[in-house]
Every structure is written in C-alpha cells, then in structure tokens.
C-alpha cells in the first residue's frame, strides 16, 4: 500500500504547506510545491531547504521542486495536500484545478482547519479520492494528522492516506464519521472559543489564561501565544467556518479579534498579535 504513494504535491505553500512539504521531503518522497504567489514560493524554497540541511538530509533537496504552473507541478502526483487559504469558495476553485491536472488515480487531501472534505467534494469528478489531512504545526513538534473522509471516498483512498501519514512518522487520528473540527481540532476550537471570551469579556488577562494554561499542562506555551502563532487571520476564519457552520451566537468569535485581523495585526507572522514578536521570516 505504501508504495502507492511516490510523488507528493503541495499547493499553496505558505505557512503550513511549507511545512508538510519539508516534512514529506525528509521522509524520502519526492515533493512538488505550487504556490500562485513567486516570493512565497521562494520562501519556501529557503525554509525547506533549510529544514533539509539542518536535519543533515541534504540528498533530499533534489527532491523538492516548486512550480508556478500547476499543470507542471501536478503531472506525475500520487497525492495532492491543498494548503490554500481558509476560504471554501477558493478551495472549491482549487480543487476543480487539481481535478483537471492531476492524473486520474490521484488522491486530493485539503489541510481545511474546519472545512469537511464533502463541502468541497461537488467541485471534483473523483469524489472517491478525497480526504480531509489536517495538520498541526509546528509539524515535527506536533506529529499528528486528522483523516477523514469525504461522503463517497473509498476505504482503498482512506487506507493509502492513513499509510501515508504513517510513513512520514505522524500520528493518524482517525475520524470515524464526519465532524467539525476533526479530532483534535474540535477539542482545540473548545479552548480558542472560552479564552477569546475571557478576553473578550474582560474576566482575566490572557496573560493569566496563557499562565495557567502552561502551570496545568506543562505545555510552554498558552492559547493566546498559539493563536498568534497560527496567525490571527487564520483564527478568525476557522472560528467563522463554525459559527456559520452552528448558527449558535455563542460561536460568534469576538468582533475585537476581527478588528485585530483587519489592523493587519496576524500574530507572530506580522510582529502584533496578542502578544509582539520579532518578524518571522
Ligand atoms: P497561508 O496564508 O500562510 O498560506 C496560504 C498560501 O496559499 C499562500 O502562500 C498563498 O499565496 C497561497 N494561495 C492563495 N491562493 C492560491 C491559489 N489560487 N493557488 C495557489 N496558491 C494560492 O495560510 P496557512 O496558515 O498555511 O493556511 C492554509 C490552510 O491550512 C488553511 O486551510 C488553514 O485552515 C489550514 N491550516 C492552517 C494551520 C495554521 O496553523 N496556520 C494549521 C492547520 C491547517
């Protein structure tokens, strides 16, 4: 079954799609990575090149190639991870592209933090080859992936996938029927949603929150610092994919973290967040 799984392309490689493709590279695939945007390719050219070097898999970086045009990038795929923005309307766009490029036998997984596969799936003919591969980076230090299928993916596509994330050393959290937020996910939007009404409340600083969160879990870092890693952008955009999802207002993220996101204050990427940051690069 592993060797189903050759060729690996990533489309959009901005802050998490960069990082499956390091991590898919340093487990011995051969990696394709399409972005629309030249300098975040070349971002990501620098970042996964640097993850190679640095874990001494220098012969891996042969086998990472990036791709403006996404019928070049996607010729030879055995499977395809989209790493768009949280926007089910473009994902929707994105996975029409992949249908048309990839070759027929191609599974599409969507790294979506909220969006089930099946809310996509009307978009494609290979409505059998879909999953839902959602990640939590920083990768290597959280080596973890939700699957889940889409209303028609067959057990063949969801045990190639489970295999594959088995192969570049994740954990494969299994979903065994559909659910927002996938596994971790929903415990983790739990978390954001009470600590952004603390804050937005006025109950307790986040500083407490943060604090308390570290001294009871022994995690180094609170979910306010993790929010500003994530990006404040994509916060908000996942805890809207709920709200619009649930109807319920006590799902409504804060209109205070909206306005925080179109500030252009995104959290570490930008240097303001919940807390300030050197930029990342
Ligand atoms: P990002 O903005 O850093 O990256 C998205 C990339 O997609 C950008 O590089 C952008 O240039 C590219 N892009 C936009 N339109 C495109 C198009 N038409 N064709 C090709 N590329 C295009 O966002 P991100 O944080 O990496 O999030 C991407 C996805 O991953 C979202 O669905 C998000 O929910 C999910 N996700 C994010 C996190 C996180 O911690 N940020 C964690 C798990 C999953």
């Not at 790294?111 to 290979?126: D, H, Q």
């Not at 067959?154 to 937020?181: A, H, M, Q, R, Y």
């Not at 600083?205 to 890693?229: C, H, L």
Request: glycine content about 8%.
């Amino acid at each position: 079954m592993a060797e189903k799984i050759k060729i690996v392309g990533i489309i959009g490689s901005g802050f998490t799609g960069k990082q499956i493709a390091a991590h898919t590279a340093l487990h011995d695939f051969i990696v394709k990575v399409y972005d629309i945007t030249p300098t975040v390719l070349e971002d990501a050219k620098k970042y996964i090149s640097g993850v190679l070097k640095r874990k001494n898999k220098t012969e891996a970086i042969q086998n990472v190639s990036y791709y403006s045009d996404i019928d070049e990038a996607l010729e030879d795929v055995d499977l395809v991870v989209e790493a768009v923005p949280e926007n089910l309307e473009l994902k929707k766009i994105i996975f029409s592209q992949i249908d048309n490029s990839a070759p027929a036998h191609t599974i599409i997984g969507t790294n979506s933090s909220s969006y089930p596969v099946s809310k996509i799936e009307s978009a494609v003919k290979r409505k059998d080859k879909l999953l839902n591969l959602h990640f939590y980076p920083p990768i290597p230090m959280t080596p973890m992936v939700d699957i889940m299928r889409g209303s028609e993916t067959s057990e063949e596509t969801f045990e190639i996938g489970k295999k594959w994330i088995e192969d570049i050393k994740c954990e494969p959290l299994v979903v065994k029927k559909e659910c927002l937020g996938f596994v971790f996910n929903r415990v983790w939007h739990a978390v954001k949603k009470e600590c952004l009404k603390i804050w937005e409340g006025g109950y307790a600083d986040k500083e407490t929150v943060d604090t308390a969160w570290k001294i009871f879990t022994g995690m180094k870092r609170g979910p306010f610092t993790s929010m500003d890693g994530i990006g404040l952008d994509v916060v908000y955009a996942v805890e809207m994919s709920y709200y619009n999802e649930s109807g319920d207002p006590n799902d409504k993220p804060p209109d205070a973290l909206k306005q925080m996101v179109e500030n252009g204050d995104l959290g570490m990427k930008t240097g303001n967040g919940f807390y300030k940051y050197r930029r990342r690069k």
